[in-house]
């Protein structure tokens, strides 16, 4: 064989290793009780998998096999449903088994779920909703992610009224920043567009923020809307917009 050859394949095999080694080391280096770990969950969600910034079960569901372990088993115990009432109450069981250690875990979820507070047309499905839901609540419990699941956000109309008088959520702001970076979009100009005067994103309300992640939502389904004002992520936005004041 050509020494050429030879040496330009022995370089491959290296650089091939260097690759997968650093690549390795920066799994390591980001776990459950990394800062960052949050975050890290959701970049390795596909735009599919998000409902407003929120993660579908679905998309988590994938994900957790992927950055963290492998579901042995999955399943579910109804302890009440009552269709008179118009309740539910079902518990979801994970079994997981840790990429980094092998340990396998089991971890609980238990929802209560009312037909009064649910939207059409999931409130006529009581059972299948509190099982997405308990499924979701068991994978970010084994996680240990700051998120709620897209299915766990849906919710009645007096919500609204409620998130009119509340503060914004760490969840909510994770979410915005979630789809910024996805977007190119400046968080603050986002932020501002839509909340002028706003000093920080935490000055902002709950239906506030939620109204910026339909606008971002929108953005996402059309890019070809996002105006040239607000493009441009910026990582570093937490040192002047991120003051962690609250109304």
């Given at each position: 064989?050509?020494?050429?050859?030879?040496l330009d394949q022995i370089v491959m095999?290296?650089?091939?290793?260097?690759?997968?080694?650093a690549e390795g080391s920066e799994d390591?280096?980001?776990?459950?009780?990394?800062?960052?770990?949050?975050?890290?969950?959701?970049?390795?969600?596909?735009?599919?998998?998000?409902?407003?910034?929120?993660?579908?079960?679905?998309?988590?569901?994938?994900?957790?096999?992927?950055?963290?372990?492998?579901?042995?088993?999955?399943?579910?115990?109804?302890?009440?449903?009552?269709?008179?009432?118009?309740?539910?109450?079902?518990?979801?069981?994970?079994?997981?088994?840790?990429?980094?250690?092998?340990?396998?875990?089991?971890?609980?979820?238990?929802?209560?779920?009312?037909?009064?507070?649910?939207?059409?047309?999931?409130?006529?499905?009581?059972?299948?909703?509190?099982?997405?839901?308990?499924?979701?609540?068991?994978?970010?419990?084994?996680?240990?992610?700051?998120?709620?699941?897209?299915?766990?956000?849906?919710?009645?109309?007096?919500?609204?009224?409620?998130?009119?008088?509340?503060?914004?959520?760490?969840?909510?702001?994770?979410?915005?920043?979630?789809?910024?970076?996805?977007?190119?979009?400046?968080?603050?100009?986002?932020?501002?567009?839509?909340?002028?005067?706003?000093?920080?994103?935490?000055?902002?309300?709950?239906?506030?923020?939620?109204?910026?992640?339909?606008?971002?939502?929108?953005?996402?389904?059309?890019?070809?809307?996002?105006?040239?004002?607000?493009?441009?992520?910026?990582?570093?936005?937490?040192?002047?917009?991120?003051?962690?004041?609250?109304?």
């Amino acid at each position: 064989m050509n020494k050429k050859s030879d040496l330009d394949q022995i370089v491959m095999d290296v650089e091939e290793e260097i690759a997968e080694a650093a690549e390795g080391s920066e799994d390591q280096a980001i776990g459950p009780y990394n800062p960052g770990w949050s975050e890290y969950v959701l970049d390795h969600l596909d735009d599919s998998e998000l409902r407003d910034g929120n993660p579908t079960v679905d998309g988590l569901r994938r994900v957790t096999e992927k950055v963290f372990g492998d579901i042995l088993m999955s399943s579910s115990h109804i302890y009440n449903h009552d269709t008179s009432r118009g309740v539910c109450t079902i518990k979801h069981t994970l079994q997981i088994r840790k990429h980094s250690t092998g340990d396998i875990i089991t971890v609980d979820g238990c929802v209560d779920v009312n037909r009064s507070n649910i939207p059409h047309p999931f409130n006529q499905h009581l059972v299948a909703t509190a099982d997405t839901r308990a499924e979701g609540k068991a994978i970010r419990r084994a996680l240990k992610i700051r998120v709620v699941t897209a299915e766990e956000m849906q919710n009645s109309d007096e919500d609204d009224l409620l998130a009119a008088e509340e503060n914004i959520t760490d969840q909510q702001i994770l979410a915005i920043n979630q789809m910024c970076k996805r977007l190119d979009v400046n968080l603050e100009k986002a932020v501002k567009s839509s909340c002028a005067g706003a000093e920080s994103v935490r000055a902002v309300s709950n239906l506030q923020g939620r109204m910026i992640l339909s606008s971002l939502s929108e953005y996402q389904r059309n890019p070809s809307i996002i105006p040239e004002d607000v493009s441009g992520y910026d990582s570093n936005w937490r040192e002047t917009f991120d003051t962690g004041g609250k109304k």
